[in-house]
């Protein structure tokens, strides 16, 4: 059975640093495509950044691009975003998707939430002021 948990969410101030990391359990590969979404009620799901464990190549939103860092750690199977200088608009509930043996479409053409079949719970990012 798959599993993906999300862990590390909170509260931040604006303009300090907080990770999220993401624990993938059950698959028989340790090359599987991740994606980070983030969804805040009333606006659409928008995808963060993205990874190929098997080659690393990444993917970050135009919106988080040099503050957002995405990074595996293949030992641990776990995928962490790292997320510097945060803004007021980088509160949302952040989910991690999964899909084994690789991505569906180039990482540079961002990932999709069709792309993924399996989803963690999700998580809570609060930036204050």
């Known amino acids: 059975r798959v599993q993906v948990m999300e862990s590390g969410g909170g509260t931040v101030q604006a303009g300090g640093s907080l990770t999220v990391s993401c624990k993938v359990n059950?698959?028989?590969?340790?090359?599987?495509?991740v994606g980070w979404f983030r969804h805040v009620p009333g606006k659409e799901r928008e995808a963060v950044a993205g990874i190929f464990t098997g080659i690393g190549n990444t993917y970050l939103a135009a919106s988080v691009k040099g503050r957002f860092t995405i990074s595996q750690d293949s030992a641990k199977d776990t995928i962490s975003l790292q997320m510097n200088s945060v803004k007021l608009e980088d509160t949302a509930i952040y989910s991690c998707?999964?899909?084994?043996?690789?991505?569906?479409?180039?990482?540079?053409?961002?990932?999709?939430?069709?792309?993924?079949?399996?989803w963690g719970q999700g998580i809570q990012v609060t930036v204050s002021s």
């Open positions: 998707a999964t899909r084994p043996y690789g991505c569906t479409r180039p990482l540079a053409s961002g990932p999709r939430e069709s792309d993924f079949p399996d």
């Open positions: 059950g698959y028989t590969t340790r090359e599987y495509c």
